[in-house]
């Protein structure tokens, strides 16, 4: 079924047009070259990082931005030394514990997107639990995305057509990118319309291939552990500077 969109939080006044992008996409970059600045564990910086996670919430919620999505682990990420993706799991085990409750007091629906499979089953039983605790919020919606790959992601969709289509459920000809995009993890959600890349890298790396079409790119020279509003606001407000064509000429 298909989500619905939520009404977005009050907005601040402003002077003069401001475009608030409904939906901001985020690959939290920089938590490893945070710790080792500091000679600090790598989980240092993972730790650190979860604060500012909390930071973009509220960043989200304050600029009436609707949709949010953070790119939290990557399929390639268990490629990790055994000892990180360990401290990840257990970062991730102690973030559901203590950052749910706050969720739903502030009004954010959480969803998670990923093969969520390849987690222990304690933290599948948990994921499963915050989304169903916050499914009625309609503030902010949160989608963290854990144990994903959007190449993987297209792959899944493309299997779950040819199955279809050689059940005879379905009309070979009728798959369109439509049909596609219904047969993604993000089914029924709005495309982002701003991505943001923090460390001061430039790529994608596997995030929302396919629904990042169409966004905005903003990338920004900040580690993640050190990110907050003020750097949240500053790409909103680049963002507010584009022009969005869609691939279409000026007029």
Known sequence: MAAQQPTAAPRPPVHGPVHVPVHVAVIMDG??????????????????????????????????????????????????????????????????????????????????????????????????????????????????????????????????????????????????AAAVAARLSTAGMPDPDLLIRTSGEQRLSNFLLWQAAYAELVFQDVLWPDYGATHFAAALAEFARRERRFGARPG
């Not at 710790?35 to 930071?55: C, N, Q, S, T």
């Not at 490629?79 to 502030?106: C, F, M, Q, W």
């Not at 499914?135 to 792959?155: F, K, M, P, Q």
């Not at 459920?169 to 369109?176: K, M, N, Q, S, Y």
């Open 31 to 176: 938590n490893g070259r945070w710790a080792a600045a500091r000679h600090l564990p790598r989980v240092a910086g993972h730790r650190e990082g979860a604060r500012a996670v909390r930071r973009t919430i509220e960043a989200a919620i304050d600029q009436g931005v609707a949709w949010l999505t953070l790119y939290a682990f990557s399929s390639e990420n268990w490629r990790r030394p055994a000892g990180e993706v360990l401290d990840l799991t257990g970062l991730l085990r102690h973030y559901l514990k203590s950052e749910i409750a706050e969720l739903r007091a502030n009004g954010v629906r959480l969803r998670i997107i990923g093969d969520r499979a390849r987690f222990p089953a304690d933290i599948q039983a948990e994921l499963a639990t915050a989304e169903s605790s916050t499914a009625a919020n309609t503030r902010l919606n949160l989608n963290v995305a854990l144990s994903y790959g959007a190449r993987d992601e297209i792959a899944q969709a493309a299997r779950a057509l040819a199955i279809e289509a050689r059940a005879g459920r379905l009309d070979p000809e009728a798959i369109d």
